[in-house]
């Protein structure tokens, strides 16, 4: 496409993208097609001969819009959120336009160091460590692609430790609470570990450190071998905080490789007045938090931070003869390549930086905690309703409840809901198997009317 | 940042891009930058209050611009290329507007059956086993970051089918050319196989099959279970093809996961001519190429096929409640959480399918045949100079050489070459340590006269 052509495109392209988001409210927040329908309305084969590039964008509206599920809908209470901003897509843009690859430092230095940069600004924002900060400390961060990366990364550093050590692979073992996130168990057996154990929790779904100390004791007397344990700040299930403190008190005392899953709170440690949910960090040997889902950056974003940089690196280092011309031999110019199991990598970090910058450590901390008061908010409504039962605390933007008719009425409820297509929600089930309700707010555009809306739904579907 | 300045920075971010890559080769191929420097010329620390937008784009050209190794330079011929198009970096902009997370069909149909759809169209293009289609074969195709992670996930697969069928992670042995890419060793070290052979090559630098079939037979006699095998087309070294057919003999025979590695090559499969140095494709288990490098499709894209879905989604797939309710029991509707690593995923094969029908097969071919045409004749040109001496034959897109006066003059050309700025170029070294030049022709806008212009470069610079 001639560069003109690409001028022309594009500022439609833009105009496009702010028309979506300036209506994304008024479409239905699910797709609303059945399967196969996007693939039926696509050419069944690649063409031979070009199309026009008007063509492929009239599918955008015909055939793509109607298969998206609208994450950026600020009705989006699903999941976790990921949510973007204007400023992350555009960054997005002009990554895009350098199209360079950072694995080395010299392959794009700014790439690794608007990386290191915004990573140390992170350990300061979120009250890390700062040790962990790669320009004073041993340790450092990296941009991953998901937290699932994260903690598999981690997985693998710490059964190297113990291989190093001896240990056969067969017999290490894995703790995380039963409330972990699934990306411990894949990450664990994806590693290669046999043993994968879920804590109990405690009755506000937290991991319970006497019983991880009793699980790592009996495993140990049986002769295998404790590896690495798991903390979650922020549960998908609940949003439950782990005792980072005294997990950490079990993991040094075994010599346990312990990392901590913020993916989605750890956003949330931007505002001091909730940094005690982390207290304990600084004993950790590895963090990671999603900068993609509640701090405006878009998809993927995710920060990993090691206390010790050498082992991590050590782990993962594979120096073929084409690439050692230019490797770094500096510990102001790290190769990246060397900090996860891919080798090659975008220059992920410009969109981040774009957020910090432009919305400020203050900005973020006022989105966070307006998204965490109408959290709240709804959970005081929920709570003085008798039709509603509240299942866990609302530490963050999570609020967790059940219909007091028991399970069916939960799932009628969800369903009820996410039929009128304006607002959408996730049932989960309790540790106990009960069914709960979870609405996350989180989404860029989602203010108090929307949360309002939800309420007046709630209220009039329940019955 | 509201939707109005969003439109505005939007479209002065577009010219950007265009002025970028119009202007992109008169540049210094490789960044300027001292180590430290790009951080050096950004805030030290996140700043508190919102920074305007004007003052962060200033910063592109300030500190970014200088700290880029232009990999979108016409005169680079380092590494392999990371070429990109206007279409491709439009389509990234669509999916950062768009900002779902596709890690379940339902999350977004779109996300989900467009990737199908690209990967089926790719089967045929590529000359690749119809079986392979998700529509209507037992295997499939899903988009990874990088081959790194394909050929990781690979070794995953492998090792999972070995463990279940009883053997111990200690004995499992994985085999690749001493040519392999690092990330064949890399992914299995990460997968925990404490044993990795490489086997030795011929004269063209490919993996010779009667030593392959030696050393599995070794391994067995001593106790060890051989599990997987990577066959490469077009190493990274010199591109040279190992005997897919061959060595899938020796993997049939011996029950071996057998993984192509076409990262590079893959793209070449579009021309029918070329297919033969494919030859048994159809035996293997698993194969990866990236169209992040030379299929004009912006990093990060790799296509990973499995001839068989189940196996991959049985090794990768778990469901806890909370996606319970969305997920999909229907083949049609995949939920591509279940097909690596991580859990969430962009909606990557938008730019992909905007590349695949902007240029056509035709366009394809036609580029990557020029591409070649232009690499052969510089061949020629070297293989008609007393002073240079071709090292591996041309099959695609990279010619190989050295100074006939050794290793050091061979370095000090590169480095000649590479201080003009006008071009890059990397060094390796052959199996016996002899240094070489790599030229690798493939960059989006790399026409006859950069050729021409580095043949100069050599010519004077060769002393």
Known sequence: ???????????????????????????????????GDVRAGLPARAPDRPESFE??????????????THWQHPGWFAYFPANSSPESILGELVSAGLGVQGMLWSTSPAATEVENLVL??????????????IDTGPGGGVLQMSASDSTHTAMVVARERAVRAGAEIGRLVVYSSSQAH????????VAGFGHVRAIAVDEVHAMDPLVLAHAVQRDRDDGLVPCAVVSTMGTTGTTAVDPVRSVAGVAQAHGIWHHVDAAYAGTAMICPELRHLQDGVELVDSYAFNPHKWMFTNFDCSAFWVADRRELISTLSVLPPYLREAASQSDVAVDYRDWHVPLGRRF????LMFVLRSYGAEGIRHHVREHIRLARGLSERLAGDPRFALVAPVPFGLVCFRHVDGDDATRALVAAVNATGRVHLTASELPDGTTFVRVSVGQTGTVQRHVDALWALLDSLAG
């Not at 001028?7 to 993208?17: E, F, I, N, P, S």
């Open 120 to 133: 140390d600004w992170l350990v300061d924002l979120l009250g890390l460590p700062s040790s962990w900060r």
């Open 55 to 68: 063509a492929v964008l009239a599918d955008l509206d015909r055939v793509i819009l109607p298969g998206i």
């Open 1 to 35: 496409m001639p560069l003109d052509d690409f001028r022309r495109y594009g500022h439609q392209l833009v105009d496009w993208v702010a028309d979506y988001l300036a209506t994304v409210e008024r479409r239905p927040v699910l797709a609303t097609v059945a399967p």
């Open 348 to 351: 992920r970090s410009l969109k």
């Open 182 to 189: 699934s990306s411990v168990e894949k990450g664990a057996r």
